[in-house]
């Protein structure tokens, strides 16, 4: 059964295998960048969040990380900026929606205003999923490359 909870720093080793897992154009989509695997650095602050500021939550079955799930909060304005991955075997199969829907309910609890996040235009699968599930997007103004998928959240 597939569960979605926080990812915790003794997750490090297995968050390094998912992402070594992903195929070059997932690992392309999800870090923006052509990457093998994430450096010592990188490892080190992404299974170290405060899941205040940045939440980090992964999907997992059977123990493996099949999917992942993040939002940094911008000081100071309402927003944050969210990723989502999941494991090329897993995709169209409901996870990025369960990550989603537990990110948008963590970032409403929060307090935040949006999720916005970055998406390469060749990323048709994730702009295709954005468009689903409510997201607008626009150009990004620094990036010709990228758009910006945004949301805004719903007060409860």
């Known amino acids: 059964m597939t569960e979605v909870r ?24 999800r870090f923006l960048a052509p990457v093998k695997e994430l450096s010592p650095a990188t490892l080190e602050a992404m299974t ?7 939440v980090a939550l992964v999907a997992t079955e059977g123990g493996r ?27 169209r199969k409901g996870i990025g929606a369960r990550l989603l829907a537990s990110l948008m309910v963590a970032a409403r609890m929060a307090g935040l205003q949006a999720l916005e996040g970055e998406v390469l235009r060749t990323n048709t699968a994730m702009l295709g999923f954005v468009r689903r599930v409510g997201f607008a997007l626009k150009s990004c103004s620094g990036d ?7 949301r805004m959240l719903a007060a409860d």
């Open 6 to 29: 926080p990812l915790v720093p003794q997750d490090r080793e297995a968050f390094q295998d998912f992402v070594r897992g992903l195929s070059a154009d997932a690992r392309s989509n």
């Open 48 to 54: 170290q969040p405060d899941q205040a500021r940045h």
């Open 65 to 91: 990380i099949i999917g992942e799930g993040r939002y940094v909060a911008a000081a100071g304005n309402g927003r944050a900026e969210f990723a989502i991955a999941v494991a090329d075997d897993w995709q």
């Open 144 to 150: 010709a490359r990228l758009l910006v998928s945004e």
